[in-house]
């Protein structure tokens, strides 16, 4: 596998690539832009973005990354996979080892997951991934595709995956979409299924959570579900 690239989570070689990546960084744009509004600047803050990709192919990848520096933010980075050239296409980037470790960042303010939550697995894989996120700053900018719209943005394909879980990945299978197929690589989420996963991470954690969302729009439909967790200790549950 090309470093430069990675895992393919987005069927790169589509003819619909390009049409994707130009509405991917003005949809990602609008969330930047509401992001820093709604938490007052960049410039004296701290970032992860947590479960970078390697990709420096797509200009819509890490795209977070090139505009908090741009913004004169700290920045962090981290995955599982490897991401250590990012530092040369990114000056001033600081890349970590995966899984963090809290200690590693000092004064961390937010970590930024984009476009990952569908790819750690089942709910049960999805909430500890949270409470992971959670763990390691009270503030979170969580970002994952819309299971409601009406196009797959993995796969390009329109509709299938608005059947039943079972049934989509059977479809995909026989359409010979193997990776995708798998929950582990592709476990969409609809606005209730992540209302839900926070809710579960909220309690094992024992939090008062503050959410904010952003809907952004691709062709008239929300495109990405975007909330912005903000974490305190609820004392009620201690």
Not at 37 to 43: E, K, L, M, N
Not at 119 to 131: A, D, F, K, R
Not at 175 to 194: I, V
Not at 200 to 205: A, E, G, I, N
Request: glycine fraction near 6%; hydrophobic fraction near 40%; aromatic fraction near 10%.
């Amino acid at each position: 596998m090309d470093r430069n690239c990675g895992i393919d989570y987005f069927n790169r070689n589509h003819p619909l690539t390009n049409l994707q990546i130009k509405n991917s960084l003005r949809v990602r744009r609008s969330i930047y832009e509401w992001f820093v509004s709604g938490i007052g600047g960049v410039g004296d803050k701290v970032f992860l973005e947590h479960g970078a990709t390697p990709d420096v192919t797509r200009a819509d990848s890490n795209c977070f990354i090139n505009w908090l520096l741009q913004d004169g933010a700290t920045v962090y980075a981290t995955s599982p996979e490897d991401i250590l050239h990012l530092k040369e296409v990114f000056p001033g980037l600081r890349t970590i080892s995966w899984p963090v470790v809290k200690s590693s960042i000092k004064n961390l303010d937010y970590v930024i997951s984009s476009a990952v939550m569908e790819h750690v697995g089942s709910c049960e894989h999805q909430v500890e991934y949270l409470i992971s996120l959670l763990d390691l700053s009270p503030g979170i900018l969580l970002t994952t595709p819309n299971r409601n719209h009406w196009l797959e943005f993995h796969t390009k394909l329109p509709f299938l995956h608005w059947l039943p879980r079972r049934y989509h990945r059977f479809g995909l299978s026989k359409l010979k979409m193997e990776f995708w197929s798998k929950e582990e690589n592709l476990n969409l989420l609809s606005r209730r299924d992540l209302d839900n996963i926070i809710e579960l991470s909220r309690l094992k954690m024992r939090l008062e959570l503050q959410k904010e969302w952003f809907e952004p729009r691709f062709m008239g439909i929300v495109s990405n579900l975007v909330v912005l967790l903000r974490a305190q200790v609820c004392p009620r549950l201690l």
